[in-house]
């Protein structure tokens, strides 16, 4: 289970440098063009590709490899037809093979296969060379999409390769009112045995793909119409929970309300009221090791789904800190939520606002998002996130850019500032700045700043570190090869130097990093690193405070993964060692020592409708001097995806840790019963500990969700 890290990019003087630049913005003209024509009887859409209307048309073809060898001629023929009518566009594709035998597909749920042969439709229907939305289909005829949408498709196995056949109604897309449309297309095609990735237009790897599209023409009286799609859920569930102060036994049963109305093309509106998320997988247990928090994932589908819109151009992920304004997981019991995201005329909006249930009073919060597409590449934003609570409120304010020159040159950063009740408003910011220069291939340069004042607190969001300020540099350079065993090469160097926000000296490190990729899907990559770091530890008010003496830092990192598909579908293996500080548990103070820890990942797919995994980490904490052990802990899990038929599917994992024996176990058996329509029933048992003891029960869900579009 490799864990990459997010280098911060730029120093400050490199902004005047690179703006430079600006008159040279990439562009690039399309040179390929589909037409497509008004059909009057619709295809069956069967994956058999053998109706009368593609029969009575030229196909396109001609792809170009994007991986393995960029821009060569694709090394299997593939072929797509287009067509249209009132209500639907079609496709139509055919994937010549010369070893149909090797073809590999999983059945898996939607949108959850990887690394299975597939055909890719990327449409562009603004034809503004930025937003996109994608529709996926494997051999079996499983869907994956970027947008969660209602589509009709199918695929079937042939003698020379496989083939596909889509239909998409117009009231799934967004796109304008024009009478006549003009839209960026492209089509990717991966074939698993080969480990190749093809598209129809050349692909260049230094440059955006969604500037190197190709353009359908020839749609026309066509409308976008209007959106609208409820999914109204019914459910009971049956809990018993043995808590610090007793049992507590409970039925209930619940009702709730998921809708989404295409307000303007591709601008969507989501509510959701009495939300239920039984099917949502338990949180992992992640070992706490540092006074500061730990970040835990989003699963639940209302938040995921358009989560894009509520990012920050820079990133949310540094050396020393991760930042965002909005964290999802502060609403952690949702009465009432709503949201708008998408875009429209060159803006990208994310709008939020919900109503939080606890225990002490409702909460309330919102979230304003907007963005701005500028020049060919770039983007400026603004970003408001706030919470009411009671007669307490939080409020954080930022501005974001990222500029995009000279095809692979970057900029981004952001300045941002917390408002708390009652609190000065000062020392309450948070400033980022990156410049990157990172090609496929070729010299590689990153550099970065970052402050975060001592007085920032973002209730809101998510900051794991504040009083800190970074200056680092990586220069780097990396090969590729077209032939051979080698695929890819990079050699990285590059430092660190951290201060507190008053300028004070809190440590620095040098580190080399090498990244190498073979051809055979194996990836090993480590390095090490050496330095010396101050550490915050909580003080007599409960409160961070750097400590005064340095410990003395170094250390090193290997590690490997293979995802080869088939039987023995993936392998990752993790390790590393490094002197360090090591807290005491109530993290009031930080003495020498060193850390190990080892991570493994292995994934079997026995059949390609069954698939189970296993994975754990185990941590080793010991004291210098006295060799003495001051932590070690395995975290573990397995899971288990059935997947009877194409509607049937059954999951179950179960997750643990040996240093305090906790456990948490999941099972969920599903099944559609139409798009979008699903009766599930899910089983929860757990053993964990809490700020009030031990808590340990299970709950037993059934939930019917009914998909109603109009």
């Known amino acids: 289970m490799p864990r990459y890290r997010h280098r911060p990019l730029a120093w400050m003087g490199v902004l005047a440098l690179i703006a430079g630049l600006a008159p040279s913005l990439f562009s690039q003209e399309r040179s390929k063009t589909l037409t497509i024509s ?12 053998d109706d009368e209307c593609w029969r009575g048309r030229e196909p396109v073809s001609g792809f170009f490899q994007y991986d393995p060898v960029n821009g060569s001629k694709a090394s299997e023929e593939t072929l797509v037809w287009a067509a249209y009518d009132q209500n639907y566009i079609y496709f139509a594709f055919l994937m010549k093979d010369s070893q149909p035998d090797k073809i590999w597909a999983e059945l898996t749920p939607r949108n959850e296969f990887e690394n299975n042969d597939s055909i890719t439709l990327i449409l562009d229907a603004y034809n503004d060379k930025r937003t996109s939305i994608t529709f996926s289909l ?11 949408t209602i589509w009709k498709s199918e695929a079937a196995m042939r003698p020379d390769g496989w083939s596909a056949e889509m239909a998409i109604p117009f009231k799934s897309l967004r796109f304008s009112a024009d009478e006549n449309q003009v839209w960026g297309v492209n089509f990717e095609r991966y074939i698993h ?4 990735t093809d598209y129809w237009t050349d692909v260049d790897r230094d440059l955006p793909k969604l500037q ?11 409308r976008p119409g209007y959106n609208l799609e409820f999914f ?8 018993k929970w043995d808590e610090a102060t007793g049992t507590k036994t409970e039925t209930k049963a619940a009702v709730g309300l998921d809708a989404k109305w295409g307000i303007k093309p591709n601008l969507y509106l989501d509510v959701t009221a009495s939300p239920d998320f039984s099917e949502v997988e338990s949180d992992p247990f992640i070992y706490q090791l540092s006074p500061y928090e730990n970040y835990l994932q989003e699963n639940r589908p209302f ?10 151009s820079s990133g949310d992920e540094y050396h020393g800190g991760g930042v965002s304004l909005f964290y999802s997981r502060r609403i ?7 949201k708008i995201s998408g875009k429209t005329g060159g803006f990208g909006f994310g709008i939020l606002g919900a109503l939080n249930k606890e225990e002490a009073g409702d909460s309330f919060f919102g979230v304003f998002r907007v963005q701005k597409d500028i020049f060919k590449n770039s983007q400026v934003g603004v970003y408001y996130a706030g919470i009411h609570d009671g007669a307490d409120r939080n409020q954080n304010v930022a501005l974001d850019y990222n500029f995009n020159f000279k095809d692979f040159y970057y900029i981004r950063g952001m300045s941002a500032f917390t408002f708390n009740e009652g609190a000065p408003s000062a020392r309450n910011g948070i400033h980022q700045l990156q410049f990157q220069r990172e090609p496929d291939a070729g010299l590689q340069i990153m550099s970065g700043f970052q402050r975060v004042e001592d007085n920032v607190d973002i209730r809101t969001g998510y900051i794991d570190q504040v009083d800190i300020q970074s200056f680092d540099f990586m220069a780097g350079y990396a090969w590729r090869y077209n032939k051979g065993l080698l695929k890819r090469f990079s050699f990285d160097i590059g430092g660190m130097a951290r201060q507190d926000s008053h300028g004070n000296a809190t440590g620095n490190n040098m580190e080399v990093f090498v990244w190498t990729e073979f051809f055979n ?10 330095g010396r770091s101050k550490y915050q530890v909580l003080d007599e008010s409960d409160e961070l405070a750097w400590t005064a003496d340095f410990i003395k830092t170094y250390g090193g990192n290997l590690d490997f993964s293979w995802e080869r598909g088939g039987f023995l579908k993936e392998v990752g293996l993790e390790t590393g060692w490094e002197k360090r500080g090591v807290y005491n548990e109530e993290f009031t103070a930080v003495v020498p020592g060193s850390q190990t820890n080892i991570e493994g990942q292995l994934v079997l797919r026995p059949r390609s409708n069954l698939e189970w995994s296993v994975e754990g980490g185990w941590i080793r904490q010991t004291i210098d001097g006295t060799g003495a052990e001051a932590f070690s802990g395995l975290a573990y899990e397995t899971a288990l995806h059935y997947q009877l038929t194409r509607s049937l599917f059954l999951n179950t994992r179960f997750l643990g840790e040996t240093r305090e024996n906790q456990y948490s176990l999941d099972f969920l058996v599903g099944y559609y019963f139409g798009a979008g329509n699903i009766v599930q029933v899910s089983f929860k048992k757990s053993e964990r500990n809490e700020l009030l003891g031990r808590v340990g029960g299970y709950s037993i869900t059934l939930k019917v969700s009914y998909l109603l579009r109009i």
């Open 38 to 49: 008004r059909i009057e009887t619709p295809p069956r859409i069967d994956g058999l590709v």
């Open 138 to 148: 494997n051999p079996k005829g499983i869907q994956k999409n970027s947008v969660e």
């Open 193 to 196: 045995r080969l480990n190749e």
């Open 212 to 222: 190197q599209t190709g353009e359908l023409v020839g749609l026309s009286g066509v």
């Open 232 to 239: 109204p859920y019914a459910g009971v569930r049956t809990s």
């Open 303 to 312: 938040f995921t789904e358009g989560s894009s819109y509520f990012n920050l």
């Open 332 to 338: 952690r019991n949702p009465e009432f939520a709503a």
């Open 521 to 530: 899907l194996i990836e090993v990559h480590g390095g090490f690193e050496f």
